[in-house]
């Protein structure tokens, strides 16, 4: 009897340590399927966001303002997601700020399609960004090629041994204004993929994550190869912050924030059209 070969699935997302954690029981095949195979592809997820406008993946990690862009050929992935419950992207200067001294400001962004973005027009409508790589954005803030930097990714948690201020922690706003999580990346799937693959896809996803979360140390030391130079606690800090049961599944919670987020994102002018999240699990 001849076997049927299994169907690729190319698997992109960022080359970050706590996507790395996430992606550790697919990318090294502790979970495994008879019916699909995945390809990773590694990027930054501005690019990422890019490439989820032409379609280009099968599975692709985005950001969740980037949903409203790509919501006709996606759909989200109940696990997967990265969310700041309380905490988040971070507004940083060199110099002590007031949140309403952003009014106006040139401020170093890491792409106009992330979900930090989003956040920080929902903060402060008023100011002039500048894109800039995300890794480059606390060098172009010291320096004082910008007002201020919109920091994701590590420097959340490395901006002020460098002498940074924080002006406003986002995730924080969020959470204090609308009592809920600020859901920042997501995994999204092809609409066109068929439904079983759609849900195979989804049941090793979610393993695969729930894999790294019961065997931690295995997990940390793969992901540690990503986690750009940064030493071991402070990269199981930065994981613990946005791979947790949020990310093994998004329950009813998740939804909702990502609902609410786009909204307000449509309510202001920020995204062109209404979207209706739709996730599979």
């Keep these: 009897m001849t076997s049927v070969a299994p169907q690729e699935i190319v698997a992109a997302h ?10 550790y029981g697919l ?3 502790r979970i495994r399927s008879s019916k699909l195979s995945f390809r990773h592809v590694l990027d930054d997820i501005e690019t990422l966001n890019r490439k989820a406008m032409e379609g280009c993946y099968g599975l692709s990690a985005i950001s969740y303002h980037a949903y409203a862009y790509v919501a006709d050929k996606y759909v989200l992935m109940a696990s997967g997601s990265s969310i700041g419950d309380g905490y988040g992207p971070m507004i940083i200067a060199t110099r002590p700020m007031e949140p309403g001294d952003l009014k106006g400001k040139r401020l170093a962004v890491p792409g106009t399609m992330t979900t930090a973005y989003l956040a920080s027009k929902l903060f402060e409508p008023d100011f002039e960004p ?27 948690l ?24 600020l859901p920042l990346g997501a995994n999204v799937l092809l609409r066109s993929l068929d439904p079983e693959v759609q849900n195979e896809c989804c049941r090793m996803m979610r393993e695969s994550i729930q894999y790294a979360l019961d065997n931690r140390e295995e997990a940390l030391q793969y992901a540690m190869q990503f986690a750009r130079n940064m030493e071991a ?13 949020f990310t093994v599944d998004g329950g009813d919670i998740v939804p909702k924030a990502a609902q609410k987020l786009l909204d307000l994102g449509f309510a202001a ?12 699990r």
């Design 130 to 156: 500048v894109v800039t790589r995300f890794d480059q954005i606390p060098a172009a803030v010291k320096d004082h090629a910008v007002d201020a930097g919109l920091i994701i990714h590590e420097s959340q």
């Design 233 to 245: 606690p402070l990269a199981e800090q930065f994981i613990g912050m946005y791979v947790n049961h």
């Design 14 to 23: 960022s080359p970050d340590s706590d996507d790395a954690f996430m992606f």
């Design 269 to 280: 002018g920020l995204i062109p059209t209404h979207v209706q999240v739709q996730f599979v």
């Design 158 to 181: 490395t901006f002020d041994r460098e002498g940074f201020h924080r002006v406003v922690d986002l995730g924080r706003w969020f959470k204090t204004s609308y009592n809920l999580p």
């Design 27 to 29: 990318a090294t095949k």
